[in-house]
């Protein structure tokens, strides 16, 4: 799938949650659920440091695809990082540099991917970006 | 334990006292909003909002410069902001009373300027290990330019300064103590008489950073003998822009000037300038009047309410919350000092700060969460930071009872 068709998966699941606690109801459990970074990539070189969160990033090639993992000490962080995962991860770099990430907006999530927030997530989507530009230049 | 908290037992009308700040009848995510993060800025009281209208609108100009009437209003209006304050917090003068931004900018000015004068090499600067981003950073910065040391006082588990290690600490090296009076972090409210009386034994002056005592407690420099004493004005009720820096006259004369400009001046030639007397000396360039004017319409307002009812009120609300909160399975405080200020710092097993504030956000309830720019407090603890909710006068015991039902919803959805 692309990752315009990934986003409009999820606000379509999204758009089925009645109120706000439903919803994070939803996303910790996917913080909860998902291991998704291998143990060894938790250290200070994958570290983004927010003022309110840790998070951990780590990218890998694989063929034509770029692969990302990820972690949060903050598990409304983590389950939001899952999501950006399953939209970025094993698509081309290309694709990942020049996303559009709109359906965190649609979502309603637009609050924690606010710079002023400091929890790690901002500065993760710009580094998974980097990520893409660097493996496509490398192409 | 709820039904000491009334009307009658608190000196004054908690009710009619939330209606007269406008800002806490709002909603916040379709809910009555809670707002429990006073420490990092207080709400404004309608006669603050009133002042400031008025001060625009009847008499702005500059200060200290026209010889028109309505300059000379507007600069007696300033200056009386002065005088409340030097009244407020008992200074011997009012050019004790130095206008600054805030509490960091007080901070700033002695440490530059004081730092420059006496710090030397292989000098000692003490500050403690609660201490706020605003009172370490500005000292490592005048301790790198004179090659001197940044020491820190050690606290306990409880979060109280170790006073026997202060004697030690204490030297012929050590040029100044800087010492938060309030910690915002924990609630700690150390004993800064007896610290500035073990200093000044020893000859070393002691500057304290009581931005988050003054909207608490009575504050009388010269009970305390506090040589320097920093505050901001939007932690009390007043705006946001204005600060207050006491000095004793003695230091300030002593002191080289931290800004040069406008207003600091005597007389100006390219060879060589001479500096205006104190206060005038530290404030260079046009002032925030609408700020002097307003903090200073705010300490009269704390006053009119009463600061030893305040203080009281404050406790029980204090002891409510603590007692409310001890309730939920797995809460850890972190903060226990014996003497606190209304502040609640805690941590519930399993859980992210950043998760419990989120959730108490959707609920409508304001609290702080991270490490409250005290990154070595937090390391000392080991934590990454915790939540805090923190109250004024203007909170109430249904505030924490929504705080508490919010912490246990939060608790059973992360957990
Ligand atoms: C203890 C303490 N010191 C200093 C400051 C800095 O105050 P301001 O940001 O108003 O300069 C704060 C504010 O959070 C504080 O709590």
């Not at chain 1, 990752?3 to 919803?23: L, R």
């Not at chain 1, 309110?52 to 034509?64: E, I, P, R």
């Not at chain 2, 292989?122 to 090659?147: F, K, R, T, Y």
């Amino acid at each position: 799938m692309t990752i315009n068709e990934i986003q409009d998966e999820i606000i379509d699941d999204f758009s089925m949650f009645g109120d706000w606690m439903e919803k994070y109801e939803y996303i910790i459990d996917l913080g909860k659920t998902l291991p998704i970074i291998d143990e060894q990539y938790k250290d200070e070189d994958h570290l983004i440091k927010g003022c309110q969160s840790k998070v951990w990033l780590h990218a890998d090639k694989q063929g034509n695809k770029v692969v990302f993992t990820a972690d949060s000490d903050a598990i409304i962080t983590k389950g939001i990082i899952s999501l950006l995962v399953k939209v970025l991860s094993e698509q081309n770099p290309e694709a990942v540099k020049d996303a559009d990430l709109y359906f965190i907006d649609k979502i309603g999530l637009k609050e924690h991917l606010s710079p002023t927030r400091s929890n790690g997530l901002v500065s993760m989507v710009k580094q998974m970006k980097l990520y893409g530009l660097a493996l496509t230049q490398a192409q | 334990m709820a039904d000491t908290i009334t009307k009658n037992k608190v000196g004054f009308d908690i009710e009619k006292v939330r209606k007269e700040f406008p800002l806490l009848s709002r909603e916040m995510n379709g809910k009555p909003l809670v707002f429990l993060d006073s420490a990092a800025s207080s709400q404004k009281p309608q006669v603050l909002l009133d002042s400031i209208e008025h001060y625009y609108k009847h008499l702005h100009s500059n200060v200290h410069r026209g010889v028109y009437q309505l300059s000379q209003e507007a600069t007696n209006a300033h200056e009386h902001g002065r005088k409340q304050i030097q009244q407020f917090i008992n200074a011997a003068s009012d050019k004790e009373i130095i206008f600054v931004r805030g509490t960091t900018e007080g901070i700033n000015l002695v440490a530059s300027s004081y730092g420059r004068k006496f710090l030397k090499e292989g000098d000692e600067v003490l500050v403690s290990a609660m201490e706020h981003h605003s009172n370490i950073v500005p000292w490592q910065l005048a301790c790198e330019q004179a090659g001197a040391h940044l020491k820190v006082i050690p606290i306990n588990d409880k979060g109280e300064l170790l006073m026997d290690e202060l004697d030690e600490l204490l030297t012929e090296r050590t040029k100044i103590v800087s010492l938060v009076h309030v910690s915002n972090a924990l609630g700690t409210i150390n004993p800064v008489k007896e610290v500035i009386a073990k200093a000044h034994a020893k000859g070393i002056p002691v500057l304290v950073d009581g931005a988050q005592a003054i909207p608490h407690m009575k504050i009388d420099v010269q009970e305390l003998d506090a040589d320097f004493y920093v505050f901001s004005g939007h932690k009390m009720f007043g705006p946001t822009g204005i600060g207050i820096l006491y000095g004793k006259e003695k230091w300030l004369n002593e002191m080289p000037p931290y800004h040069g400009g406008g207003e600091m001046i005597k007389t100006v030639t390219f060879e060589k300038t001479t500096y205006n007397e104190l206060p005038f000396k530290f404030e260079a360039g046009t002032p925030d009047i609408e700020g002097s004017i307003g903090i200073g319409v705010a300490a009269e307002y704390i006053q009119q309410i009463g600061q030893e009812a305040i203080a009281q009120y404050e406790h029980e609300l204090l002891e409510y919350a603590t007692a409310q909160l001890s309730q939920i399975e797995g809460i850890r405080f972190v903060g226990t000092a014996d003497n606190k200020a209304s502040v609640i710092s805690f941590l519930i097993d399993g859980t992210h700060p950043y998760d419990v504030g989120t959730i108490l956000d959707k609920l409508g309830i304001a609290v702080r969460t991270g490490h409250h720019c005290t990154q070595p407090l937090m390391d000392r603890f080991d934590i990454p930071g915790t939540v805090r909710a923190s109250f004024a006068f203007y909170n109430n015991k249904e505030d924490i009872d929504r705080l508490v039902e919010g912490v246990k919803k939060a608790a059973s959805m992360l957990r």
